[in-house]
């Protein structure tokens, strides 16, 4: 059997609802690596497998760091919260690229983005332009493996309210007899099943580019 790598992991978006997931299975997983998250404030979760890095993500890319393996990345704003394009950039693209650079340093040989369905450097919607944008960033990053997961909307429990997620909810839950055929592509999919997917990724082979459409996210978290 082969060893298995205990080289911490690296995870950015720790206290999101992707990020929270991925790293509650990463720590639950007793006899696996431990966790490195780049944080701006502590998660507030007392394991000592966990090691977190605060910083101020503008300055992420000279955070110190220890040596890690695989990195992840779950980090994200809305526009609402943004509330300008060159803010929500300075998220999606820009602390994601930076990240991606810090993971490089730290000796991260592959990298998981959570990236979004639709995403696409040439698309004439800014969300789905910056989505594409980021994933074309880390490409360029030369990791050997990269995993670029595109979910639809996510499900899970949320401390702030999103009234258009809710909506898009809502609708979809109306129409799921649709979505379980031809409408798959877009069907919404919890956070956890996300976190799930991207651990099943990162326990395979990774090399060269991944793209896991939302389809696909469902299939490996079944
Ligand atoms: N919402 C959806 O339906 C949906 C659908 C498809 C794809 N996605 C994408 O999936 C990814 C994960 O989404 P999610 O819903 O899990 O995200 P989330 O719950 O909003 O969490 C976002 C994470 O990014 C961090 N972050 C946000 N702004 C930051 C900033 N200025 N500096 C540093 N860190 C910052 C947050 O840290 P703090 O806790 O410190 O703010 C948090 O850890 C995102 O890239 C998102 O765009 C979302």
Known sequence: MEKQDLTPFLVAGASGLVG??????????????????????????????LTEVVTDFGQVASARVPPVGTAFCALGTTMAKARSEAAFR????????????????????????????????????????????????????????????????????????????????VASSLFSWAMAGPLARWKPVPAESVAAAMLAVAGGVLEGVRIVENDEIHRLAA
Do not use: H
């Open 90 to 169: 300075a998220v999606d693209l820009d602390a994601v690229a930076a990240f991606a650079g810090l993971a490089r340093r730290a000796g991260a040989k592959r990298f998981l983005l959570v990236s979004a369905l639709g995403a696409d450097p040439r698309s004439r919607v800014f969300y789905n332009r910056v989505k594409g944008e980021a994933e074309e960033a880390v490409k360029g990053a030369g990791f050997e493996g990269l995993a670029v997961l595109r979910p639809s909307l996510l499900l899970g429990d949320r401390q702030e309210s999103r009234p258009a997620e809710t909506v898009a909810v």
């Open 20 to 49: 929270r997931a991925l790293v509650g299975r990463m720590l639950a997983d007793e006899g696996g690596p431990g966790v490195v998250a780049v944080v701006r404030r502590p998660l507030g979760i007392g394991d000592a497998r």
